[in-house]
């Protein structure tokens, strides 16, 4: 199992930008992907990005393309999403979640262990 703790999110004005923050911790040698994830009220779950843990390899929701960047640092087991140029849309709790096997996926099934989440709010 992997533990995984967000932290980072707030209120922040439509065009501001906020950084996420996700630490790791338990069996981290077994993390394969990471992937950041939000869910709005009364919404699905929906994918956000995710990083390969070893290479790095990152894949975005075309929502958010050129506006958020995923990133790790294996040294600190985190993972951080800088997000940029937010817009109300972006109003969500935001997850990061661990994939413990091989592949990189977008569906929230796909993930073996979650966070608590970390609400952003992006006012108008």
Do not use: H
């Not at 209120?11 to 077994?30: E, F, K, M, Y």
């Amino acid at each position: 199992q992997v533990q995984l703790v967000e932290s980072g999110g707030g209120l922040v004005q439509a065009g501001g930008s906020l950084r996420l923050s996700c630490a790791a911790s338990g069996r981290t040698s077994s993390i394969y992907t990471m992937g950041w994830f939000r869910q709005a009220p009364g919404q699905e779950r929906e994918f956000v990005a995710s990083i390969r843990w070893s290479g790095g390899s990152t894949y975005y929701a075309d929502s958010v393309k050129g506006r958020f960047t995923i990133s790790r640092d294996n040294a600190k087991n985190t993972v951080y999403l800088q997000m940029i140029s937010l817009k109300p849309e972006d109003t969500a709790v935001y997850y990061c979640a661990a994939r413990l096997s091989f592949g990189i996926f977008t569906t929230p099934r796909s993930y073996d262990n979650w966070g608590q989440g970390t609400q952003v709010t992006v006012s108008s």
